[in-house]
Every structure is written in C-alpha cells, then in structure tokens.
C-alpha cells in the first residue's frame, strides 16, 4: 500500500473581509488500484465510468460504454459483473449513471427502455419500473446526469435534464397535440425530484427548484431549421452560477446555486434548513477574465481536434469554425462564482470545491467541513482532488488517466479527521 501526506489549509471565519488560512497535515493510504491498459478483461473500463460505495466497502462500477455494472471487493477482487448490452429486463442499452443504497441494492435508469432497473444487493433484477404513458416521447425524462439513493426510502432524487431536453420534449407534446396540462411539469438542470420507484410505474415529484440567473428570453421558433439558433440562444453564458448537490445521511440536501460561497441546506421535502458562508466573494469579470476564458475554451477546442482524450469534452465538431465563432460570441455571467463542486462524505461531512486560480478553472481548492458543519481546512490544490465518491471507514476512489484515455480506480483510505 502506498501513503501520502498532503498539507492542508484551514479557514477561519476571523474577518468578514477575507479568510485566513493555517496548514495542517492529511494521510491518504492506498488500499488498491484496478485498470488500466493491462487489466484483467473485467477490470479494462472504458473512459465514461460512474461509480458508488456501498455500506460494506464493495465499489459498483458504471461500465457505461461497456454497458455492464462491475462490483469491487473491498480487496480490489471482482465480486460480480451485472448487467450487458440488450433488450431485456436486467440488460442495459443507454444507460449514464447508478444510484447505490448502503445495503448494496442499486438502480439503473436506462432512456431506451424508459425504465428504471432496480438490482439486488446479490445482482439480481428486483424491479423494472416503466415511466408512465409509453405512448408519448418520454424517454428523456430518464436523461439524469446526477441521480442519488435516498437513504430515507425506496426512491431516487434526481436532478432535472438540461433545460434545451426540457424545451424539445415540450415542443414535441404539443406537436403531438397534448394539451399543456396534460403533460408533466418537466424538472429541469436546475431543479430536483423524487422518482419513486417502489411500484410498476414511476412516480415523479419535485423536490426544489434552484435559482437561475435573469437573462434574456431565448430565441422562439417552431420551425426545424430555426432549431440551432434555439440552442444557441438557451446556452449558459460563461461564469453562469452551477448547481451543486448531494444529500447527506438523513436525508437532507446540500445545494449551491449562486456565484456567492452560500450552502443551502434543505429538509428531504426541500423546505429551506440553514445557509453555510465563507467570507469568499466573486470575482468580478474583467476585460483579462473575458480574453483568458475566451483564449482557454479556443484552446480546448483545438485539443479536441488533434485527437485529444475523449473523455474531456464530446466529439470534435463538423464544422470547427462555426464552434470557433460560438466560442467568441458566447456572453458573459457579469462575476465568477467562487464554488465549483459539493460532495457528502460516507459520515455526512461536507468537502465544497472552489474555482481555481484562474477563473475558468473547476479544480481549485476543497473545503472540508465535519459532519457538524465545522471547518476542518481546505485542501491544497490536488492534495489530494476531489474523490469520485466517499466509502465507509474512510474509503474514497479517484480516477487517474493514462496518454490513452484509459482509466484506472484507485481506491484510498483517507485520514479520519478530514472525512
């Protein structure tokens, strides 16, 4: 096994003004790593994994390319492969991300079969919940990038699909003639719900709607070929607050929806708890943040036209130029937001990631906060990243990349004291 030592910085709420910061000291002991060009055939991932914990330290790994589920010992053995490509209940066709309980069950939510897949903590298929009204173009209502178990019930709390998705299936109810109280109220990127799943039928109710920045009206058209100029009028300005989210062990959600350091925590209903700050402000955007942020997603761009790492972003563009031009004219949000990421550690501890040193970076430093709320420090850049998910007893994975793209899990026992 291989240890590390990473300092730390801790912040004070000494002054309204700024924090201040003392260095403390972390260990991160390497348990196992599985992965990688010369793995096992069960352990040779490819580059879009999601992965999860259960309660007695097994990793369940998302293949979303391989369309498989593998499970972990917590030896770094394999326990079992659940799941391949297919038609039927208990295989998968377009499935992107898992939600695991802490007694091992977990679900799939999968668009081409407008289902949920409910799995045992042995692997076995429990349940296959449809969405209701089969009859209509549902199947995005299951396009969920982040979905997670609720450890109060049998159910999942989901964050919306992007507002376009939201946008093009109710164009596509009204041109199939439904009426606008007859479809459901679509949760979009900034929102969460409830998918209830203990039935034959999915039961969806919202939870929150997070705030979303004031802006323009988008472009309206029906019209086919006005449907590009509708995207692009709906895209995010740069600097645009995120939002962030997890839930803790009792149930309650962490969010972050504004430029500001606010945490917000909500009740599982999500009736508002309490706000967590940090004397942390944003930054207002300058005619050098405008350049930088402009000269660094150009650059970007150009990576992922010599063949760069899949995973960094979608497919290079038909027509380079256009996506040039679009990276230029893109607006701009008037200050940058200082939180990037929220993550629940097994305990309920709070890690809150913050932009880097320059703007445009999402990798900056990591507030730690105990289960209580209590700061503990911030981690320096890198030391160590943001784990991909937190284990019981400690155990966090990470994801490292080889010049492929090839992954590779390495799973981690961090120091108590920072979990």
């Known amino acids: 096994m291989r240890r590390a030592t990473y300092p730390i910085v801790a912040t004070l709420l000494a002054t309204p003004v700024a924090a201040q910061d003392r260095p403390l000291t972390a260990d991160l002991t390497e348990i196992y790593r599985v992965g990688g060009v010369n793995a096992q055939e069960w352990a040779f991932f490819q580059p879009w994994l999601e992965v999860s914990f259960d309660g ?38 377009h499935v992107k991300v898992i939600a695991v309980w802490r007694d091992g069950r977990f679900a799939v939510p999968d668009t081409e079969h407008s289902a ?10 429990e349940r296959f919940v449809r969405l209701a009204g089969d009859d209509r173009p549902l199947s995005f209502a299951l396009g969920h990038d982040e979905i997670r178990a609720d450890p109060l019930g049998d159910r999942l709390i989901a964050q919306g699909v992007d507002r376009v998705l939201v946008e093009m299936m109710n164009s596509m109810n009204r041109l199939m003639g439904y009426e606008e109280d007859e479809t459901p ?21 919202p939870i929150l709607q997070g705030w979303r920045a004031p802006r323009p009206e988008p472009f309206s058209s029906t019209a086919l070929e006005d449907w590009p100029k509708v995207v692009a009028s709906m895209e995010d ?22 430029s500001a350091y606010a945490i917000k925590f909500t009740r599982p209903d999500g009736s508002l708890l309490d706000v967590l700050t940090r004397p942390l402000s944003p930054e207002a955007v300058s ?19 010599a063949g760069g790492s899949p995973s960094a972003g979608p497919l290079p563009p038909r027509d380079p130029e256009e ?97």
Do not use: C
């Not at 949920?116 to 042995?122: A, T």
């Not at 445009?360 to 911030?378: H, K, M, Q």
């Open 287 to 305: 005619q050098r943040i405008r350049q930088g942020t402009i000269a660094s997603h150009l650059q970007q761009l150009e990576d992922r036209l």
């Open 323 to 419: 996506s040039r031009q679009r990276i230029r004219d893109r607006t701009f949000y008037h200050e940058v937001p200082v939180v990037r990421g929220i993550a629940v550690t097994w305990d309920g501890g709070l890690w809150i990631q913050r932009r880097g040193e320059d703007p445009w970076n999402d990798d900056g430093p990591i507030d730690v906060f105990s289960a209580d709320r209590e700061y503990l420090g911030t981690l320096a850049v890198g030391q160590p990243a943001m784990p991909a998910t937190f284990g019981p007893d400690g155990l966090v994975a990470h994801m490292e990349r080889d010049e492929l793209d090839v992954p590779t899990l390495v799973v981690s026992r961090l120091w108590v004291e920072v979990r």
């Open 116 to 125: 949920i897949q409910v799995f045992s903590p042995d692997g076995e298929l």
């Open 237 to 258: 300005r740069y600097f645009e607050p995120g939002f962030y989210w997890d839930v803790l062990p009792d149930g309650t959600i962490a969010y972050s929806d504004s």
């Open 56 to 93: 007695v330290g097994n990793l369940l790994v998302l293949d979303i390319l391989n369309k498989r589920v593998v499970v972990i010992g917590p030896d770094g053995q394999l326990v079992r492969i659940v799941g391949r490509e297919g038609e039927g209940p208990g295989e998968f066709q």
């Open 185 to 205: 109220p679509w949760a979009d990127d900034r929102a969460l719900e409830t998918l209830g799943i203990s039935g034959d039928v999915i039961v969806q109710e």
